[in-house]
Structures are given as C-alpha cells and as structure tokens.
C-alpha cells in the first residue's frame, strides 16, 4: 500500500526581507512564480523569524525552539548540541528520505566545511557563497566541486568579492552567471532528487545563499532591473544623531548612513534581482514536481532565516536591531488539495511554527515542551486565520563576532514592538499601528511609560516561560 504521506520541499532563502514578493504589494519586483505559490496556498503576511541572525534562526526553526533554548544564539559556533533533534531527523527516523542543497549553516562555516550534526540527510550537498573567507578545497564543497567539473573557476567567474558584504563607492556589480549560479545549482540539486525513485516520502531542503549580500546577480538579471523605480530605504536626516545612541549596541552598520551617501537605488536593483533569480528557480523545482506527477502530494515551504536592513534608518545588513525588515520574513506554504488556496492570514506566526505544522501533516507526535504551535488549523480552515499567536518574539545574544557582545530580546504583540537592550539604557518601543515605518521611538516618551512597563513585564514572563527544562523528568524528587 503506497505511503499516504506527503512530500516536502522546503524552501529557505538567506536574509530575504518581508516586502520582497510581488504578490504582495511590492510593484518594483518580477515573483510570478511565488505569486503563483501564494495562489495555490496560504501566505503568511506577519511571519518573524526568532534571531536577525542567520545560525540561531536556523536552529529555532529547525527544531520548534527558541534559540536560547536550543543554546545555540550565535553565528560560528563549533558544534550543534548532540541533545537537539531537528525536525529532518525526526523525519528520517520516521521513514523520510531527506536530501539538502546549499547552506544549513548550523555551525561555523568560516574557512572550514560545517561539522555535520545528525541531522538526517541522506543527500547532503553542503555549500556557503565562495569568497575569500570562506574558501577551502572544492572536493568538501559541493557547489565549488560542481563549478569545477563544469570547467568554471569560482575565483574567475564571481570576480572581485566585495569587502564586508557591501559594494565600493556605490558599485554593485553583477556576479557569476546565472547557469553557474549558487542559486541555480540548488535548483539543479533538488530536481535531481525528486527525480530519483524510491517508496516513501521525502524532504528536500533547498537552502541557496541568495539574497545574501555581497549583492552580486548575474548580469542577465541585474541588467533587467529598472534603477530608477527602486524604491529609498526608509530614512529620515534627524536618524544620523538619534541612531548612535545605538552604536555599543553589535550591528553590522557601524554608523548611519543616509540613502544620498551611496548608490541606495542600486543596493536595492541588486537585491531584488537575486530575488528574481531565486523566482526563476522555484519556477523550475515546481515544474518538476508537476512533471514527476508529484505537485498533489507536495507541501511546498518557502521562507528565509532573517531579513535585511537594505538601508532603512541608515542600516544594511544586520546585527542586533529588529525593525521589521531585519525580523519580518515571508513564508508561504502550499499543498494543492490538502490546504486552503489564495488564502492570505495577517495572523502572528514564527518560523518557530513550522516544525510543529510539519509534525501535524506528517503524523509525527509533536514535543510537549516546543515553544512553536502547529499552523495546520489555518492551513486547513479549521480555525480563524486572522489569529494564531498574541505576539512574536525574537532574540540576539552575542550572536555575530564583535566586539559588542549584546543581548536583546523583542516582543511584537500585532501592534506595539519593544526591543530590550540588555546592560543598556536605551531600547526602542513602536506602536506600528500609527507609526508602521518605525521612526518614533516611545522608549522615552512618559504618555507610553505605563505600557512600556506592561510590555517589559510581558516580554521578561515570555522569556522566563520559555526557560529550557533540562533533562527529563524519571521521579519525584
């Protein structure tokens, strides 16, 4: 009798902001191909991830938890913790075949190959962006591997990395064609996979490096963007002085920077056009599923770790702030036949969620002690897709390699965000009902004082409840 249970192709971007899909409202970017997930399932609009940073946001999602929890809130750590079971593992145990491409990034990757942890793929296609910092022997990278036995020398076709992540003087040049692409290649990886046979189900994680700076599409894809209908990045000139009280807070950005100090438009060109890359390929993987008569049994995912500042209030890349462009991610989920279609929910939802939804549609039991919760009744329309959490929350401690060693956590109720500074006097507090691009901060104001305090208190209860609860439990005392 055939396995009743469904396919999973799991999609996650790097540091793709909320405001980046056309479908969406976003009239400067070409996703027709998202546009069209989003029409065969549910998009979430109000979808956080639990760290701006990219290995603690991978590590909540991949296993329900929060960072903190996980004790996994950094990037370069030397290992993930043998205690925690990923949700791929689960699966595997549970008769998945699971296959990867491109980054899981749930250690250091910094001038070595991430140490595996047992994380249940049977394929396992590992590759981060090849740059000067992270280059190593192509027979332990898979894409840089791939390159070579398509006679391409990596070094060659990206050209000159950009220092930082952020391009000289303004320039944004293109990268590595898009046939060669990092992006391209995952792709390639996972229509191989959905073309292998086997008896059960599967999950194939496709985990391109894209949108990543160093913001380096390919030509053909740069060239089709149009630079004067790119939209500035959120700024307003008092920001120059009131953005460094922020400046012993870890960010990426040492100092704020105004869109008219730099080539804004073009920043915005390049990222959008990777976004168009990865589009053409989701198009692809699709095709395939449909192709391999596959697409019914499906759950396709498609989300990111984090976002990106792109510029607003004088910010790129990220760090230790959580406006909504450095927090507030995509997701959409899509399963034709199975879950509502064309539906769009403006619930509160965490990446955190996806682990326990994945539970749900793959018969396995879901852990007591998981701080995410099933989105399978909106997927469904068992219940009302306008509510799903109170709030979200999201954490940073000491997460990027810096000589600011910061902790903060957020707390975002639909209405009202408060982000805790710890060791710091200054924090930030938005009511983004009124104020939804974020440029008045409440933190000071004495008309907000009493609902700050409430929002201390109920972000302090958060965190506490959420306290890892060591080893199980065998007696009574």
């Not at 750590?77 to 075949?97: C, H, M, Q």
């Not at 869109?259 to 699709?286: F, H, K, N, S, T």
């Not at 940073?396 to 975002?412: I, K, T, V, W």
């Not at 710091?424 to 104001?445: I, K």
């Amino acid at each position: 009798m055939p396995d009743p249970r469904p396919n999973i192709l799991w999609i996650c971007t790097d540091q793709q902001r909320y405001d980046t899909i056309g479908g969406l409202g976003n009239p400067a970017i070409r996703t027709p191909h998202l546009d069209r997930l989003m029409a065969e399932g549910v998009a979430f609009t109000r979808t956080y991830s639990q760290s701006p940073i990219c290995t603690p946001s991978r590590a909540s999602f991949l296993t329900g938890l929060y960072p903190s929890t996980v004790h996994v809130n950094r990037n370069g750590n030397a290992y993930f913790p043998a205690s925690e079971r990923l949700i791929t593992r689960r699966l595997a145990d549970a008769g998945y075949d699971c296959g990867l491409a491109g980054k899981l990034h749930l250690s250091a990757a910094n001038g070595r190959v991430e140490e595996r942890c047992d994380d249940g793929y049977r394929v396992f296609r590992w590759s981060h962006h090849p740059s000067p910092e992270s280059y190593w022997p192509t027979r332990d990278h898979a894409y840089q591997q791939w390159l070579a036995d398509q006679g391409v020398r990596w070094e060659e076709a990206y050209g000159a990395p950009q220092e930082g992540g952020l391009a000289p003087q303004g320039e944004y040049r293109p990268g590595i064609a898009a046939r060669y692409h990092q992006t391209t290649w995952c792709a390639e990886e996972a229509i191989a996979f959905m073309h292998e046979h086997r008896d059960g189900p599967w999950l194939m994680s496709v985990n391109p490096f894209d949108p990543h700076p160093p913001l380096d599409p390919p030509a053909e894809y740069l060239d089709r963007m149009d630079r004067a209908a790119m939209l500035l990045p959120l700024w307003r000139e008092e920001e120059r002085e009131s953005q460094l009280a922020f400046r012993g807070i870890a960010h990426q950005t040492r100092t704020p920077v105004a869109p008219d100090e730099y080539d804004a438009r073009g920043m915005v060109a390049a990222y959008y056009a990777q976004i168009e890359l990865i589009d053409d390929q989701v198009g692809r993987m699709l095709a395939a599923l449909v192709e391999t008569g596959q697409r019914e049994n499906t759950i396709v995912i498609y989300c990111s770790d984090h976002g990106e500042m792109l510029g607003d209030h004088g910010l790129r890349l990220k760090g230790c702030r959580f406006y909504e462009g450095a927090v507030h991610v995509p997701l959409i989920i899509s399963w034709p036949g199975h879950i509502l279609q064309g539906l769009r929910s403006d619930a509160l939802v965490e990446l955190a969620d996806l682990a326990p939804t994945l539970n749900d549609f793959t018969g396995l039991p879901s852990d007591e002690d998981v701080h995410g919760r099933s989105l399978a009744p909106i997927l469904t329309g068992a219940a009302d897709p306008a509510h799903h959490r109170e709030f979200v929350r999201c954490e940073y401690h000491d997460a990027l390699a810096q000589e600011e060693a910061s902790h903060a956590n957020m707390l975002f109720d639909g209405r009202f965000k408060i982000a805790v500074y710890h060791g710091h006097e200054v924090g930030e507090l938005y009511d983004l009902a009124q104020d939804p691009e974020e440029f008045h901060n409440l933190w000071w104001s004495p008309e907000h004082a009493e609902r700050k305090a409430a929002l201390i208190a109920r972000l302090f209860d958060a965190v506490m409840l959420a306290t890892d609860p060591g080893q199980p439990r065998v007696g009574k005392f």
